[in-house]
Nanobody, 112 residues
Framework: QVQLVESGGGLVQPGGSPRLSCVAS????????MRWFRQAPGKERELVAEISDTGITTNYKDYVKGRFTISRDNNKNTVYLQMDNLKPEDTAVYYCKGYTSWGKGTLVTVSS
């Protein structure tokens, strides 16, 4: 059974730097590209960043480039999203996606 479990969300002040984690199980994690998406209230889900199976190649959408960093640890079946200099518009439920499955998401609220 494929499972993706996100954690690390919460209430963060503008400028804050939380790190999200997503632990995967049930599929050969090390062979799959992993992605982080987000969905803000009233908006469609959008891609944030992705990382290749080896971790060598990463890609970011313009709205997070230079502020977010995606990484992975294939020994721990975990993908991370380091979020720096958060803005109120980053408020969203953040989801990880791998293989054909989604996690349930973790809510990040950026507010003072």
């Amino acid at each position: 059974q494929v499972q993706l479990v996100e954690s690390g969300g919460g209430l963060v002040q503008p400028g804050g730097s939380p790190r999200l984690s997503c632990v995967a199980s049930g599929f050969p994690f090390r062979f799959y590209t992993m992605r982080w998406f987000r969905q803000a209230p009233g908006k469609e889900r959008e891609l944030v960043a992705e990382i290749s199976d080896t971790g060598i190649t990463t890609n970011y959408k313009d709205y997070v480039k230079g502020r977010f960093t995606i990484s992975r640890d294939n020994n721990k079946n975990t993908v991370y999203l380091q979020m720096d200099n958060l803005k109120p518009e980053d408020t969203a439920v953040y989801y990880c996606k791998g293989y054909t499955s989604w996690g349930k998401g973790t809510l990040v609220t950026v507010s003072s």
